[in-house]
């Protein structure tokens, strides 16, 4: 097992010279807040990711939850694990001061997580989930509500979901089933089955509280029908004390990855017992929703670039120590071999996984910014950053955990044999990190939400706003000689990304929909990769700064190496872009003429 599995030095770049976080502590709602704490958060996930996460890291792998006798038994490790996350903070550690948080910026908890999941990925998602359905709660539930469930959610004592897939609807949530039949007694009766639920039940809680969708019968159809429910497993009993809720595990799924934390499937109301508080008003359950699926989406992109970066140092590593062959250049069989991080196309590996690994992080630490400074301002400049964070959602979820299996892929390769075998861990990162392209919407979905709704929302403000981000850092670019180039290409593919975006949308006004999104899905990744290209040079500008301080040697091979690694980037990846475009300016729709008779037998 590889030593590290993060850089600490690269998050206080991110943090402190490109994102400037220290600046968020000037506004009232941070300002208990400076770097010295900052740093100490650092080193408590570096702490807990290297002594409590790292550890289990293979055992809950081979040794995943367990249904015995209707109960998920779950490593023991876990309830320590949480418990330690309730008593740091860490699970609420976004949340106002009045609701026993932390009031740290999304950053500052962003970078915290990315510690965690990279250290164990399958025990990161228990006090993440909780955060956000906690989140969820606070922003829409009644007081009593609030006072009834956030402080144990917060604690780590229990667990929090988000209830949306079930059998027969899958990601089509307007087809979802889940009856609530209203009562007098100022709650729901749940009936309905549920899957795919993430820590949907275990014994490293004391109770499971799931933010759950489903229909007041009664409701009209589709996604307008929909309202927001908290279902707990066990609900609290007049007089204290928890008791059954009639929500039962009918069993837990066994996966490719990602098998230290449960996926079970849910029934609820066999005994007509199974009671749901309204959250909010009815019927506006998806909104809400909305609101825990968007934290959700970015932190799979969070925890797919964290498993990236495991499997990252652990290929570093392994290439640094293994001596295999001669330089290209060596004619003399009997000189001695080299490490195997001497010979270039092992070096091209390995700068792949850095750029991915990084150009994702930095995108996903822009996402957080821009909801950092949200929470202290107001009016138009509030309404300009909520819809950029809209819009480039779905790219980050989905570059990182499509890139991300690329990425993991190079590092296993890097191993050779050795990659391929459960010795090293870099077959497990690679099937942990396969779940990422799926859950919280998949890469398809991704797809049309960015083309089909937040490109073209408010006539394409949040693409409008988008562009003058990217415009500003062409121009900062612009300011250094040997940045100027890439500058150059960035405005190249983003007049690309503009083009392309009015060809489909005049296509889809001649063609209709389905020829409008047909390619969806390579419109985001040509979408993905041009704003990792954005978030490279955003970093190149802060490393060409650096360059004209006074460093040490070891702090000038670091910027040289975020250098290679931005100038990789745009050289071996945004070239990419070219196949992409040609493909999106075609409008001969293959796939929507392609009939299921012509798939074959």
């Known amino acids: 097992m590889a030593e590290r599995f993060i850089s600490e030095r690269n998050l206080k770049f991110m943090l402190y010279e490109v994102f400037d976080v220290e600046a968020l502590t000037r506004y009232p709602y941070y300002q208990e807040h400076d770097r010295e704490i900052f740093d100490l958060v650092l080193t408590t996930a570096l702490r807990m990711g290297k002594d409590l996460l ?16 209707g109960q998920v038994k779950v490593h023991p490790m876990v309830r320590p694990f949480m418990k330690q996350c309730g008593e740091g903070g860490w699970i609420g550690a976004g949340a106002p001061f009045e609701l026993g948080g932390q009031q740290f910026p999304l950053m500052i908890s962003a970078a915290f997580r990315f510690i965690l999941a990279a250290a164990n990925y399958s025990a990161s998602v228990y006090p993440l989930l909780t955060s956000g359905a906690a989140h969820l709660i606070t922003s829409f539930g009644t007081r009593e509500m609030i006072r009834t469930y956030v402080p144990k959610m917060f604690a780590g004592e229990w667990q929090g979901t988000m209830a949306l897939t079930e059998p027969q609807a899958g990601s089509s949530l307007s087809d979802i089933t889940t009856l609530a ?39 009209p159809p589709g996604v307008k029908g929909i309202s927001l429910f908290v279902v707990p497993n066990k609900r609290m009993q007049e007089g204290g004390g928890l008791i059954p809720n009639d929500v ?9 990855g990602y098998r230290g934390s449960p996926i079970t499937q849910l029934s609820l109301g066999e005994r007509d017992d199974c009671r749901g508080y309204l959250v909010g008003e009815p019927h506006r359950g998806l909104s809400y929703m909305f609101q825990m699926m968007n934290e959700a989406r970015i932190d799979v992109g969070l925890g797919a670039a964290a498993i990236a970066s495991a499997a990252y140092y652990a290929a570093l590593e ?4 293994r001596i295999q062959g001669r330089r290209l250049s060596a004619k003399d069989p009997t000189t001695p071999p080299v490490p195997i991080i001497a010979h270039p ?27 950092d400074r949200m929470r202290v301002t107001d009016g138009e400049e509030k309404e300009d950053l909520h819809l950029l964070l809209d819009l480039l959602t779905p790219a980050a979820k989905t570059y990182p955990s499509e890139m991300g299996i690329l990425s993991v892929s190079q590092g296993l390769q890097c191993l050779g044999g050795y990659g391929y075998c459960d010795e090293f861990p870099l077959e497990q990162f690679y099937r942990d990190a396969r779940i990422h392209p799926i859950h919280e919407g998949t890469t398809g979905i991704q ?46 593919a983003l007049e690309k990304l503009k083009t392309i975006t009015s060809h489909l949308v005049r296509l889809g006004e001649q063609k ?60 071996y990846e945004l070239p990419k872009i070219e196949g992409l475009s040609r493909r999106l300016l075609e409008s001969n729709g293959l796939t929507v003429e392609m009939k299921e008779a012509f798939f074959g037998d």
């Open 54 to 69: 790292q550890p289990a890291l293979q055992e809950m792998d081979k040794n995943p939850p367990q249904f015995v006798d």
């Open 181 to 219: 039949v209203p009562t007098d007694q100022g709650y729901y009766r749940m009936h309905g089955q549920k899957i795919f639920i993430s820590a949907g039940a275990h014994d490293g809680v004391e109770n499971v509280i799931h933010l759950l969708l489903a229909r007041i019968k009664g409701a």
């Open 248 to 256: 039962n595990v009918s069993g837990v799924y066994h996966k490719l």
């Open 318 to 321: 392994y290439a640094r120590d």
């Open 345 to 371: 196309d092992v070096k091209r590996m390995l700068l792949f996984q850095r750029a991915v690994v990084e150009g994702s992080l930095s995108l996903i630490l822009q996402c957080a910014q821009y909801a």
């Open 447 to 492: 797809g049309l939400d960015l083309l089909g709704r937040k490109v073209i929302m408010q006539e394409g403000r949040a693409l409008v706003l988008f562009c003058k981000e990217m415009e500003k850092t062409i121009r900062s670019g612009e300011e250094f000689a040997v940045l100027d180039p890439y500058a150059q290409r960035l405005k190249q």
């Open 512 to 571: 209709g929909a389905e020829c409008f999104l047909a390619d969806a899905t390579l419109y985001l990744e040509l979408f993905g990769i041009i704003a990792v290209a954005w978030q490279w040079l955003v970093q190149a500008v802060s490393v060409q700064r650096a360059f004209k301080e006074d460093l040490s040697d070891g702090e000038r091979n670091f910027y040289q190496g975020k250098w290679y690694a931005c100038r990789f980037f745009f050289h």
